[in-house]
């Protein structure tokens, strides 16, 4: 395949809702199926391994030194163990920050992006009820502090998503 009919089936590819190659023949149906990766940015690639660091910092807080902290974000609602959730979830970010740091580029990656912004959405409750509940734990003392902070977990969210390349993306 020449470099003429590589740039065409790309760009039939990128310009399009989906794959245009069956109108160009074989060779883009080739190239549709071994197309070449797009990259995180260097920029996103540092925000991935920020992430990374904090959730496997956070998880091991959940385990040690911040238990009963991250015990004050569990709902009194949820019917299990608080101490159970908070070792649970701890677990749960040590894993998912392991594997935005060790897991190579390319949709491995993107699906654990989704799966921790999936996380920080699951765990936007315990935030919820650390507010209405006017408990105090990470130096959220007031509820102007607590409230402040709900807006940050969308932000989490949104990081986690751009970091590992999932925001914005056509599927591969």
């Known amino acids: ?13 990128y310009s399009s809702a989906g794959p245009l190659y069956e109108s160009a023949g074989e060779n883009c149906s080739i190239w549709a199926h071994n197309k070449p990766m797009r990259r995180t940015t260097p920029l996103q690639q540092l925000g991935r391994i920020l992430l990374g660091t904090a959730m496997i910092f956070a998880g091991t807080g959940h385990l040690t030194f911040a238990r ?4 004050a974000q569990v709902p009194d609602a949820l019917p299990l163990d608080k101490d159970f959730v908070v070792l649970a979830s701890g ?4 894993g998912l920050g392991a594997a935005l740091l060790a897991l190579p580029e390319g949709q491995p990656r993107r699906t654990f992006g989704q799966l921790l912004a999936a996380f920080f959405v699951a765990v936007f409750p315990g935030n919820i009820a650390q507010y209405l509940g006017h408990k105090d734990a990470f130096g959220l003392d007031t509820d102007q502090k607590r409230l402040i902070r709900l807006f940050f977990q969308p932000l989490l969210v949104l990081w986690a998503l751009w970091s590992t390349g999932s925001l914005g993306r056509k599927r591969d």
């Open 1 to 13: 395949m020449s470099r003429t009919d590589l740039q065409s089936c790309e760009a039939d590819w």
């Open 68 to 71: 009963q902290d991250f015990q």
């Open 91 to 94: 677990l749960v970010e040590i």
